[in-house]
C-alpha cells in the first residue's frame, strides 16, 4: 500500500524559510514523478515544484521559481520542499503526490497523495 507521509509545515512570518519533507513507502518510485500541490481555503489546488526519482529533473511554477526548491533523497525515499522568502500568499495546505513517469501541473494526473500539511505565513 503506497503511503505519502507530509511533515514540516507550520507558522512562520512574512520573508522565513521552512522545509517540508515527503515519506513515501509501499513500492518503488523509480519510475515515478513527485510533486508538490498546495490548496488556500476557496482556491483550487494547484502545482508548485515536481521532480522525477531517476534523474531528479525539477519543474516549478512561476509564482515560487528562485524561492522554493525541490529536491529527493533516494536512499530514504524522501522528497524535500525548502521554502524561503515566504509571502502570505503561500499561505496553503501543502500536499505531496505521486504518478508513474513525468511531472505534469495537473493535480487529477496524479495517483498518489498525502494527507496535507500547512503552511500559514503571517504579514
Not at 507521509?5 to 512570518?13: C, N, P, W, Y
Not at 494526473?109 to 504579514?123: A, C, H, L
Amino acid at each position: 500500500q503506497v503511503q505519502l507521509v507530509e511533515s514540516g509545515g507550520g507558522l512562520v512570518q512574512a520573508g522565513g524559510s521552512l522545509r517540508l519533507s515527503c515519506a513515501a513507502s509501499g513500492r518503488t518510485f523509480s519510475d515515478y514523478a513527485m510533486g508538490w500541490f498546495r490548496q488556500a481555503p476557496g482556491k483550487v489546488r494547484e502545482f508548485v515544484a515536481g521532480i522525477t526519482w531517476t534523474d531528479g529533473i525539477t519543474h516549478y511554477a512561476g509564482s515560487v521559481k528562485g524561492r522554493l526548491t525541490i529536491s529527493r533523497d533516494n536512499a530514504k525515499n524522501t522528497v524535500h520542499l525548502q521554502m524561503d522568502s515566504l509571502k502570505p500568499e503561500d499561505t496553503a495546505v501543502y500536499y505531496c503526490a505521486a504518478r508513474w513517469g513525468t511531472v505534469v501541473a495537473n493535480w487529477f494526473r496524479y495517483d498518489y497523495w498525502g494527507q496535507g500539511t500547512q503552511v500559514t505565513v503571517s504579514s
